[in-house]
């Protein structure tokens, strides 16, 4: 069975065999493909940003990370204790634990949800708390927090890396800290994407902006993508890379692809030919728009890094396997914490 241990395993490697020297600072968009329901209605997806030296002294508080910390994943949500922004370490992110040996192999709903509520219950409980009565008093809450944790179970994640300085870092947790962090989210003008393009844009001001002409000035997280690749192509002595996050195998539904807000009208029949229909003109004046300046596809050539930055890589098309944790938390054959990576046999079937 293909399995993945994905994002921090690498990073555990680096830091076992260089003596916990830090690596160089980055900052990377998170591109992440929609699911459920809402998904296939929005499949814009959801951005957050990643910063590699700097991590979550709180949800809400930012402070340099020290050796060994693989730093923090930023975003906007949406009613969580009313809160704009919210700061989560990688590795819980990613996969609700707080070790890279407890991530399972596989995941089902059930799996997925009990991760969460045991993560909410240790590190969360001030921003969800538990139900205060009624038949689920005791329980986990409704609501949009589940978007804090186990991201990788939902979907898959695109990365887009690019370097920061110290003093870059420094200057950007000072300005999040001693900003008030009220929420005031919007779908259309205020959204996760339109915080990450915010974000990007105190590293380095102006390089991501809006799409009026292909996204009707809705910020996605496609056009944040585009905007940053375009951004390093014109200026190559920064250093740009690409990476992708797979979903964690199991029995949950695969995520969707994701789309810019005139490319989902576009690719869609029961959106497109009602509207030729109706108004030819306008439909023209979409798939023009889609044609000139929207078809921004998924990098094909990014490698699937078991951390953003690391060292251990591998196509899209040949994905890295993880052997299996034993009850101990140790790899078979392995030095006990360290984790081992090897190549399967055949090409993985497609996600």
Same mark, same amino acid.
């Given at each position: 069975?293909?399995?993945?241990?994905?994002?921090?395993?690498?990073?555990?490697?680096?830091?076992?065999?260089?003596?916990?020297?830090?690596?160089?600072?980055?900052?990377?968009?998170?591109?992440?493909?929609?699911?459920?329901?809402?998904?296939?209605?929005?499949?814009?997806?959801?951005?957050?940003?990643?910063?590699?030296?700097?991590?979550?002294?709180?949800?809400?508080?930012?402070?340099?990370?020290?050796?060994?910390?693989?730093?923090?994943?930023?975003?906007?949500?949406?009613?969580?204790?009313?809160?704009?922004?919210?700061? !989560?370490?990688?590795?819980? &992110?990613?996969?609700?634990?707080?070790?890279?040996?407890?991530?399972?192999?596989?995941?089902?709903?059930?799996? /997925?949800?009990?991760?969460?509520?045991?993560?909410?219950?240790?590190?969360?409980?001030?921003?969800?708390?538990?139900?205060? /009565?009624?038949?689920?008093?005791? /329980?986990?809450?409704?609501?949009?927090?589940?978007?804090?944790?186990?991201?990788?179970?939902?979907?898959?994640? &695109?990365?887009?890396?690019?370097?920061?300085?110290?003093?870059?870092?420094?200057?950007?947790?000072?300005?999040?800290?001693? @900003?008030?962090?009220?929420?005031?989210?919007?779908?259309?003008?205020?959204?996760?994407?339109?915080? @990450?393009?915010?974000?990007?844009?105190?590293?380095?001001?102006?390089?991501?902006?809006?799409?009026?002409? +292909?996204?009707?000035? =809705?910020?996605?997280?496609?056009?944040?993508?585009?905007?940053?690749?375009?951004?390093?192509?014109?200026?190559?002595?920064?250093?740009?890379?690409?990476?992708? !996050?797979?979903?964690?195998?199991?029995? =949950?539904?695969?995520?969707?692809? !994701?789309?810019? +807000?005139?490319?989902?009208?576009?690719?869609?029949?029961?959106?497109? +030919?009602?509207?030729?229909?109706?108004?030819?003109?306008?439909?023209?004046?979409?798939?023009?728009?889609?044609?000139?300046?929207?078809?921004?596809?998924?990098?094909?050539?990014?490698?699937?890094?078991?951390?953003?930055?690391?060292?251990?890589?591998?196509?899209?098309?040949? /994905?890295?396997?993880?052997?299996?944790?034993?009850?101990?938390?140790?790899?078979?054959?392995?030095?006990?914490?360290?984790?081992?990576?090897?190549?399967?046999?055949?090409?993985?079937?497609?996600?």
């Amino acid at each position: 069975m293909r399995t993945i241990r994905v994002a921090l395993t690498g990073l555990t490697l680096v830091l076992l065999a260089m003596g916990g020297l830090r690596a160089r600072a980055d900052a990377a968009l998170l591109m992440e493909e929609p699911y459920a329901k809402f998904g296939a209605f929005n499949p814009t997806g959801h951005a957050a940003i990643y910063l590699n030296h700097i991590c979550a002294e709180s949800p809400t508080r930012l402070r340099p990370c020290r050796a060994g910390e693989p730093g923090a994943v930023i975003s906007r949500y949406h009613k969580i204790d009313g809160y704009d922004w919210l700061a !989560i370490p990688l590795v819980p &992110y990613l996969y609700a634990v707080e070790r890279v040996e407890d991530v399972p192999t596989t995941a089902d709903e059930e799996l /997925e949800a009990s991760l969460r509520d045991r993560y909410r219950r240790n590190h969360l409980l001030a921003f969800a708390p538990d139900v205060a /009565e009624g038949k689920k008093a005791g /329980e986990a809450p409704e609501g949009e927090w589940t978007q804090l944790i186990g991201a990788s179970y939902d979907r898959r994640i &695109y990365g887009f890396q690019i370097q920061t300085t110290a003093e870059e870092d420094e200057r950007f947790m000072d300005k999040f800290n001693d @900003s008030p962090n009220v929420g005031h989210f919007n779908l259309l003008f205020h959204n996760c994407a339109d915080f @990450s393009r915010t974000l990007l844009n105190v590293y380095y001001p102006h390089s991501v902006h809006r799409n009026f002409f +292909v996204d009707l000035g =809705i910020t996605t997280p496609k056009q944040v993508a585009r905007s940053l690749t375009k951004y390093s192509d014109r200026h190559p002595e920064l250093t740009f890379s690409t990476f992708m !996050i797979p979903q964690v195998p199991g029995s =949950i539904k695969r995520s969707h692809s !994701i789309d810019g +807000v005139v490319e989902s009208v576009v690719k869609s029949k029961k959106y497109v +030919v009602p509207l030729a229909v109706l108004n030819p003109e306008i439909a023209a004046g979409l798939v023009v728009a889609y044609l000139t300046d929207g078809r921004f596809q998924t990098p094909k050539d990014a490698t699937v890094e078991i951390v953003p930055g690391g060292t251990v890589t591998d196509t899209v098309e040949s /994905e890295p396997v993880i052997a299996p944790v034993t009850n101990s938390g140790s790899v078979p054959g392995s030095v006990p914490g360290a984790l081992e990576t090897r190549r399967p046999l055949s090409p993985p079937a497609p996600q």
